[in-house]
Nanobody, 119 residues
Framework: QVQLVESGGGLVQAGGSLRLSCAASGRTFSNYGMGWFRQAPGQEREFVARISWSGGRTNYADGVKGRFTISRDNAKNMVYLQMNSLKPEDTAVYYC????????????WGQGTQVTVSS
């Protein structure tokens, strides 16, 4: 059974930083790319960043390039999102998921972690 547990969100002022963590289980973690996504109130869930199974390749949404860094620890089944220079428009619930290519795998999503950036 797939489980995704996101943590590390909070309230931060613009320009601040947060590090999100995701504990993933239920699949062989090191076989899958992993992604971070976010959903702001009233909006569709959107792609933020993804990382290949080995960690050797990463991709970012244009709006977070240069500010966010995705990483993973295959020994711990963890994926991380370091977020720097946060902006109010980064306010959203952040989710992680296993990927098939660039697509979230399956219909299951965790509870997410709320990130709120004040101006």
């Amino acid at each position: 059974q797939v489980q995704l547990v996101e943590s590390g969100g909070g309230l931060v002022q613009a320009g601040g930083s947060l590090r999100l963590s995701c504990a993933a289980s239920g699949r062989t973690f090191s076989n899958y790319g992993m992604g971070w996504f976010r959903q702001a109130p009233g909006q569709e869930r959107e792609f933020v960043a993804r990382i290949s199974w080995s960690g050797g390749r990463t991709n970012y949404a244009d709006g977070v390039k240069g500010r966010f860094t995705i990483s993973r620890d295959n020994a711990k089944n963890m994926v991380y999102l370091q977020m720097n220079s946060l902006k109010p428009e980064d306010t959203a619930v952040y989710y992680c998921n296993f990927l098939s290519g660039a697509i979230p795998l399956g219909d299951y999503w965790g509870q997410g972690t709320q990130v709120t950036v004040s101006s």
